[in-house]
């Protein structure tokens, strides 16, 4: 069933508010934390992996951590809307939740930023405190695992490598906020898997409205 199908029928809408509701909560949270965390005192600490990896800050690796991180959320919501529309609501949750996840990590875990990292590389949209973990990998390893569509799944994986990759490069994470981007990501996950898909997910079978119809 199509998207535009699906938005005429009100147990669908219902659930697509809810889960946007969750994603807004996220970015909301999340730059009222990012913002606050800008005003604490806090120290850098010692990485191996950056002190053996030079730092690489070109228009290439700028490039990558902007606009590949942006132009595949976009291209994933796309699919999303065209591929798999019942599963938006479950989806657009299950982002919410990995954002106010790592909100209080990045509440409970303030470093200062490694001592070379370049200046804000996304203007008046990026902050330097919100490290552990790293949303650019989390986001993307997320969206892997959410999605049904195959081709998609393996290349949300692989940006999701290349994104670990290049803020490494760029020096704008430490290596353990890249580990718990994927440790995180995947707790969300099998959270969403257990206690969020049935209040989501829309079920477009007509055996289970048959039920629900049943129970009323």
Do not use: C
């Not at 949270?29 to 990485?47: E, I, K, N, R």
């Not at 393996?154 to 994470?173: A, E, M």
């Amino acid at each position: 069933m199509r998207f535009a199908e699906l938005v005429k029928q009100e147990e669908y809408r219902q659930r697509l508010v809810k889960g946007l509701t969750l994603a807004l909560a996220g970015i909301t949270s999340w730059l009222y934390v990012g913002s606050h965390l800008q005003t604490v005192q806090s120290a850098a600490v010692f990485d191996y992996v950056l002190s053996v990896l030079p730092a690489v800050q070109n228009k290439f690796t700028t490039g990558i951590y902007v606009y590949l991180y942006l132009a595949v959320l976009l291209a994933s919501l796309a699919v999303f809307l065209w591929k798999e529309p019942a599963r938006v609501p479950y989806i657009l949750a299950v982002f919410g939740v990995l954002l106010l996840m790592s909100n209080l990590f990045y509440a409970s875990t303030v470093l200062a930023p490694p001592a070379d990292r370049p200046d804000r590389l996304i203007a008046g949209f990026e902050f330097d405190h919100d490290l552990f973990p790293s949303r650019h990998v989390g986001v993307t390893f997320l969206l892997g695992l959410l999605t049904q569509v195959l081709w998609l799944r393996y290349l949300l994986f692989g940006v999701s490598v290349i994104l670990g990759i290049d803020v490494l490069l760029l020096h704008v994470h430490y290596s353990f906020d890249v580990l718990g981007g994927y440790v995180v990501a995947y707790a969300v996950y099998k959270f969403g898997e257990k206690y969020l898909k049935k209040w989501f997910e829309f079920p477009e079978s007509p055996s289970h409205w048959s039920k629900v119809n049943q129970q009323k």
